[in-house]
């Protein structure tokens, strides 16, 4: 009997070992990871200041997810906020006070869209510039000169601080630091045309590919928390629904978030891409019937 108790404790002692081991790990590992900086000199963008460039910077802010993450205002707005994941909230973007962004060139403003970086080189987390960085230099220069014209609002910057599952994610690169994925020096914007093609289409859809993979195959979205579904596939597979939908079909899923069967869409897939214009989501379906059809969450 003593000796199996003696065995007991050693086990116990071993276990509690290793897992001071594993936290510490994770726990070094991912600051490392956090705390890289990237030294990143952008290529200048031309801000225009003529009303319709304006618009569509507004536009833009609106259907490529700025307020979904940085509040309707623009002052801020809570991302992630739960006991596994942490708390982790887009900051304020306009000039009010608990912003940076009010001393920011706009050269700060092009490193932080499209490389993902803060002015003093740390890397943003969750910012997902690695789809911005397509963003072509017209849209970029109407996105931040529109930003720049915002009213200001006054709200406090909320700390980033990542909860246990979080940390582990970011230790394993399961969660990725979007400036870690860009090839600074290569970024290459998009020159598109707008208009109802496949290519302008390919270009809209950057934004889609976060959630529902490089691919669009969909499945399993790591970025987000455990209790999110899993992405649709928009290939067209037999695995998806989208082989056997119509271009209609698609404007009233992205509209109206039902299917042509009359069910909701999650609302973890936003509404707020029902707001880009015509020729954007029927470029999007144009692109679509072109992807290669791939077996659901094969990314
Ligand atoms: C998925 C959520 C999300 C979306 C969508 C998003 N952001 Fe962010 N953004 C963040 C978070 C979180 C930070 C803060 C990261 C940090 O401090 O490490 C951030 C930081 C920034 C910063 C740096 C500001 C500062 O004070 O450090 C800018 C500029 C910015 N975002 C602009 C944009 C624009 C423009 C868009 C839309 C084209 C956008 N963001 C979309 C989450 C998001
Ligand atoms: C924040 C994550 C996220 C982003 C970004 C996103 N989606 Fe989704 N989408 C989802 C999820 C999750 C579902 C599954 C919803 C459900 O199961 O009800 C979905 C479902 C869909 C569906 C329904 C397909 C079906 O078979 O029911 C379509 C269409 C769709 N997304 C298109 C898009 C397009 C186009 C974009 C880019 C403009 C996009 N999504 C961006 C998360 C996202």
Not at 119 to 130: I, N, Q, S, V, Y
Not at 162 to 182: D, F, M, Q
């Amino acid at each position: 009997m003593a000796r199996f108790f003696k065995f007991l404790l050693y086990l116990l002692g071993a276990l509690a070992l290793l897992l001071v081991l594993g936290a510490t790990w994770v726990h070094f590992t991912s600051r490392a990871k956090l705390d890289r900086t990237f030294a990143v000199t952008p290529r200048p963008v031309a801000l225009p200041s003529d009303p319709v460039a304006l618009a569509r910077g507004r536009h833009l802010a609106q259907t490529r997810g700025c307020n979904e993450c940085h509040g309707q205002d623009f002052g801020g707005n809570k991302v992630i906020e739960d006991g596994a994941m942490g708390r982790v909230h887009g900051p304020n973007l306009t000039r009010g006070k608990g912003s940076r962004v009010a001393s920011w060139t706009d050269t700060d403003w092009v490193r932080a869209i499209r490389h993902g970086v803060a002015p003093d080189g740390r890397a943003l987390f969750l910012m997902p510039a690695e789809e911005y960085q397509f963003l072509s230099d017209d849209d970029l220069g109407a996105l931040i000169a529109y930003l720049k014209s915002v009213p200001a609002v006054d709200r406090a910057r909320v700390p980033i601080d990542l909860g246990p599952v979080a940390r582990v994610l970011v230790a394993l690169e399961k969660i990725k630091l979007p400036a870690s994925v860009i090839d600074h020096p290569n970024v290459k914007p998009a020159a598109v045309t707008p208009g109802i093609t496949a290519e302008y289409g390919r270009y809209v859809a950057a934004t889609c590919l976060g959630c529902h993979g490089p691919n669009l195959s969909g499945g399993k979205i790591e970025v987000g928390p455990p209790n999110w579904p899993e992405a649709a596939n928009l290939t067209p597979h037999a695995s998806g629904n989208l082989a056997k939908w119509s271009e209609a079909d698609f404007l009233q899923a992205m509209r109206a978030g039902k299917r042509p069967d009359g069910t909701e869409l999650n609302p973890v897939m936003p509404r707020v891409f029902g707001q880009m214009d015509d020729t954007e989501l029927k470029a999007i379906w144009a692109y679509l019937r072109t992807v290669p059809a791939v077996p659901k969450g094969a990314r």
